[in-house]
């Protein structure tokens, strides 16, 4: 089978590749022992130039892969004659973490934490340093893609600041179930997410999480690309009515998690997307001889982002993530 070829580089010089081409890279971020480049596989859809860019990221956690399939499948849709602008799609940033099947990077660090790096620090910070400057830094837009973490499992979701009237218009482009009112940084922390980075840069910018961690997840891969299509229309760069309409997404105006207060072998009871009301089951707490030790009940109303799916769990263990829904 004839494949494209694919160029090394230091640098994404984006207004160097021709209007109305494909182009793939393999673009230096760090090197390992051996002298050799830590390198990202990046895609350039170069349409009508001095239009916007929309960066699309899968994977920054290496264990999170639905975002792979969708990004490469997106592509293909892309007729790079109608494109009014240009897309950089990285479907595996992390690499180093992906071929560890690892959450985290090779110094336990979580990379979407440690933003925006720096060019004189660890291995993480230099990791995160380069991926600012060489792809967030050239970028109009950015869509950054995830899943949940090991032992648990989530809804097709995404964090998106509403305060801000583009980044309100991409949450409710992508077929999402959920939307979650998030600013996506934290005051006591130095470091943040590269979402909360970008929004720091005047690039809007949305997280989404697609499913469950390690797998691919045909229906979220489906449905990631349909939405992606109609966030590309929405923002005037991809023209097509390929995509087909959904629902309108549960919107809330905050979420957190439901924590045991006890160590044993606990069954979530609820499902991904359910409304509960207060004081509904949410999981059963069982000792290892099968008695029920504790029963958890939802503290308010509210509806499942996501939940645990491994029963071994000590004191402190997650049960549920509870969005709470904004009152229209
Ligand atoms: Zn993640």
Known sequence: MMMKSTQFVSELDVDAIPANSSSRFWLQ????????????????????????????????????????PIIQELVNKIDINKLNGTIIAVPGIN?????????????????????PGNPKG????????????????????????HTASFGRVNSLYTR??????????????????????????????????MRAEAMKQCIPAITLEYGNPQVYQPKMISRGVNGLLNLLNTLNIYENKDFTSFETPVLCRKSYWVYTDKGGFLDVKVGLTQIVNKGELL??????????????????????????????????GRIVH???????
Do not use: C
């Open 160 to 193: 998106a600041d509403l305060s801000n009237e583009i980044i309100t218009t991409m949450a409710y482009a992508i077929d999402a179930d959920i939307i979650l009112h998030n600013k996506g940084k934290n005051p006591i922390f130095k470091t943040h997410t």
């Open 283 to 316: 999981a059963v707490l069982k000792n290892s001889f099968g008695d029920i030790i504790e029963e958890y009940i939802a503290p308010e109303k509210g509806i499942i982002i996501g939940k645990s799916t491994n029963p071994v769990n000590m004191t402190g």
């Open 29 to 68: 971020l760090t090197e390992d022992g051996f002298s050799k480049a830590y390198t990202v596989p990046v895609i350039v859809l170069r349409g009508k130039p001095n239009a916007p860019v929309i960066g699309l990221t899968a994977a920054l956690h290496g264990n999170e892969l639905n975002g792979i």
């Open 122 to 145: 660890n291995r993480s910070e230099q990791y995160v340093w380069n991926i600012n400057q060489k792809i967030l830094k050239k970028l109009d837009y950015l869509v950054d893609m």
């Open 322 to 328: 509870l969005g709470i829904i904004k009152k229209q």
């Open 95 to 115: 690499t180093v973490s992906i071929l560890d099947h690892k959450r985290r990077f090779v110094d336990q660090k979580d990379l979407n934490r440690n933003f």
